[in-house]
């Protein structure tokens, strides 16, 4: 089942976060079953270049390659999307104009308003018809929930139409409201929970990216009701189980 039936059906779907511009930090993430990547080009150094790299990458290792594009704006979002990516992570969505704005940058008239380009995603012009159909049969838009403005609209961000779900970024969600990265604040949390309650109440799919790398919190969100879930990113990974051997490895020697 493609990943936006998935989201049609809001059936749970798991997938991590790349920030690490390199193919093999890819081809390795590969080999633990995630279903679909997210590039960062938001918080990272990745450039166009990097990405579309990374964005065949992914999908060579039969993953459904995602964007989390640098801001809510049409150049990058045509770009990344010509370059073959199968959806974008938009940043930032505060209302459904924001929510209106994603659509139009995606998706070809007559829904949107996205300029005609013939690259990679177009087979480099073999494939345009086939694609044209694609987009509005496939493509994946994911508004990014992280400021207090959004939770206040939270119901008319997930029923415009073109939506396909959204994910809770928690750290900016906190800055918004004055505390950035204090995400387990009471205000913060409810925040969250309304929007959990609403995208439940709508059937509309809830993510949220867990950033730690302990399975336990990852649980906690599917326990929560959302689907559409992130669990940590590259670095994170990495970090963790370097730190974790070394720490094993100075204990067993201190004994």
Known sequence: MSLKNKLKNNELTLGSWITIGHPAVVDIMASAGFEWLVVDMEHTSIDLTTAHNLIATIQANGMKALVRVSKNEEVIIKRVLDMGADGIVVPMVKSRAEALEAIDYAKYPPIG?????????????????????????????????????????????ITTDGIDGVIIGPYDLSGSMGFPGEYHRDDVKEGIAKVLRICKEKNVPSGFHVIESDPTKLQQRIDEGCTFLAYSLDFFFLGDSARSGMKNIKEGLNK
Request: no cysteine; charged share 30%.
């Open 113 to 157: 308003k996205r300029g005609v380009g013939l690259f990679r995603a177009q087979k480099y012009g073999l494939g345009f018809d086939e694609y044209k159909k694609w987009v509005n049969e496939e493509l994946v838009i994911i508004a990014q929930i992280e400021h207090y403005q959004a939770v206040d609209n939270i119901e008319e961000i």
